[in-house]
């Protein structure tokens, strides 16, 4: 419990949390990346988050319990 949520990662959620700076989540690129991002494995995409966050399993209330926005 203390460690986080061990299941897979609600990419839904995840596009919901996440900021584009100077981008919009419907150009061509942001999409192509989001495809990309759901065809992984989920140790992969683990590994996306650690290097977006720092941490390897999210808190309980997903990405919403993040500190800051992706």
């Not at 995840?14 to 991002?37: I, L, M, P």
């Not at 390897?56 to 919403?64: A, D, N, Q, R, V």
């Amino acid at each position: 419990m203390l460690g986080g949520n061990k299941n897979s990662i609600n990419m839904k959620d995840c596009r919901s949390h996440t900021q584009y700076n100077g981008y919009k989540e419907k150009d061509r690129h942001v999409n192509w990346f989001w495809k990309a991002v759901e065809s992984m494995p989920v140790e992969q995409q683990r590994q996306l988050l650690f290097f977006w966050t720092s941490v390897k399993y999210l808190p309980s209330e997903g990405f919403g319990g993040l500190s800051s926005k992706l």
